[in-house]
């Protein structure tokens, strides 16, 4: 039994709380806001994701909150096909599933309740010390000129905090983190069965891309589906979006994409979008002595390909899963980079080539992609492949695959 603490309870902090708990271990997890609540958009959970859920014994309800993606559709406006994605190519059963982010933390809080884990809420991380073997958490109060104090002494420390981790960048591990010039304005609004079966997407070169994705229920409301909303926006052209307004903004939307008016008709004030902004992380490894870092903190990317939670959830699995195999914590950290690394070299390599194409000013990209990414979509091994890395499973560029048991 080892000691464990965790920084962030995000979903890499609590799903890996969940399983270190349950197999034996002492575990405290540290969430700097004092009280968590479900915030954000909708993810994409992907078969991956949900095999790791259904192995913390919370898929049921994952699937009760969420909406059935088949298929990734886009086109131009124009309606020449861009891209066209089904999970069947890859498996009969497969599909993905949209879920508003706050009905995956709930879950998974809910989760840390009943298993009566150690949650210190409200309470910011500010530094660890590796010394005579242990882990030396202290905290620091965020207000300027705060104090630090001792928050525990633990024979390991998990850090899951998040893409803009100050606890990663202070570890003697080489890293690099570029800011993407790209963003996206998002919204939740009522779906009114708008698309039809999955994630619905058009393109305008790679400048304007407006995304709707059927993502269920919000938590414990299950009378009013929503869907999630997407506006490809360069950071740098948001004062430029505010100063147009919003009518202006609904009228390029809509001769991008028609079909999307009543979805439209539900934004009303410019507050109802919110920026989002994503990095790209790497690190040569993930661990350092006792420490490990795991989800966005250790590998955050664009979110086109819809993996930021599923690589999180299947982080937090094969660290519980290296502990069981290696009972000292400096080998089993070890062994956690070494397994994790196909899969998220794989997905950290296929983000970084393929979102330039979707996010971006170049003309040559877009030509190319509206060219061919359609006819390769029809391709019977090529949209296999693609069928398969949309899943989540794949670890290398040709033959790999993720091995997941229970
Ligand atoms: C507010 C928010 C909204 C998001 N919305 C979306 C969305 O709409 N769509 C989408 O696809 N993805 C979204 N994401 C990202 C998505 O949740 C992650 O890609 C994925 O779930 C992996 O999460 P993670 O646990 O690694 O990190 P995160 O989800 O970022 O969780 C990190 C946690 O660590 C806590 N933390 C940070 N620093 C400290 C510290 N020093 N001490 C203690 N605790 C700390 C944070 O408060 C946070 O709860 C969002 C993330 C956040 C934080």
């Not at 609590?14 to 405290?28: D, E, K, M, N, P």
């Not at 009943?114 to 958490?137: D, P, Y």
């Not at 100050?166 to 003697?172: C, E, K, N």
């Not at 994705?213 to 926006?233: D, H, K, N, R, V």
């Amino acid at each position: 039994m080892q000691r464990i603490a965790i920084i962030g309870g995000g979903t890499a902090g609590a799903a890996s709380a969940l399983f270190l708990a349950r197999a034996g271990h002492q575990v405290t997890l540290f969430e700097r806001v004092a009280q968590p609540t479900a915030v954000g958009a909708g993810i994409l959970l992907q078969p991956t994701g949900m095999h790791v859920l259904d192995a913390l014994g919370l898929l049921e309800p994952i699937l009760a909150h969420g909406a059935r993606n088949d298929r990734l559709f886009g086109t131009t406006a124009g309606g020449r096909t861009v891209l066209d994605v089904r999970y069947r190519h890859h498996d009969a059963q497969s599909f993905g599933l949209g879920l508003h982010r706050g009905a995956l933390f709930s879950v998974l809080w809910e989760a840390l309740k009943t298993a009566a884990i150690k949650v210190c809420s409200g309470v910011n991380i500010s530094r660890i010390e590796q010394r005579g073997g242990q882990a030396l958490l202290f905290s620091r109060d965020p207000a300027p000129g705060g104090s630090e104090a001792e928050a525990g002494e633990f024979d390991c420390a998990v850090i899951a905090d998040g893409t803009r981790s100050d606890l990663r960048a202070a570890l003697a591990i080489p890293q690099k983190v570029t800011p993407y010039p790209w963003g996206a304005l998002w919204a939740l609004v009522p779906d009114d069965g708008l698309t039809q079966g999955g994630l619905r997407q058009w393109f305008h070169h790679a400048q304007q891309m407006l995304g709707l994705m059927p993502t269920g229920f919000a938590y414990q409301e299950m009378t009013q589906p929503i869907l999630s909303l997407f506006w490809s926006l360069r950071a740098d052209r948001l004062p430029h979006w505010q100063e147009q307004g919003l009518a202006a903004w609904k009228q390029t939307v809509l001769a991008l994409a028609p079909p999307i008016a009543p979805a439209l008709e539900h934004i009303q004030r410019p507050e109802q979008l919110t920026f989002a902004r994503y990095a790209d992380v790497q690190m040569r490894h993930w661990h350092h002595g006792r420490i490990v870092c795991i989800g966005d903190c250790a590998h955050a990317t664009s979110p086109q390909l819809g993996q930021g939670a599923n690589l999180a959830l299947v982080d937090a699995m094969t660290l519980a899963q290296c502990f069981a195999e290696s009972s000292a914590v400096e080998p089993a950290l070890a062994l956690y980079s070494q397994r994790r690394r196909p899969h998220l070299r794989y997905y950290q390599g296929a983000s970084k080539l393929l979102t330039p194409f979707f996010q971006s000013d170049s003309r040559i990209a877009s030509t190319l992609r509206d060219i061919a990414l359609g006819p390769i979509c029809r391709l019977p091994v090529a949209r296999q492949q693609m069928a398969l890395t949309l899943s989540g499973s794949k670890t290398g560029w040709l033959y790999g695959r993720l091995r997941q048991s229970k």
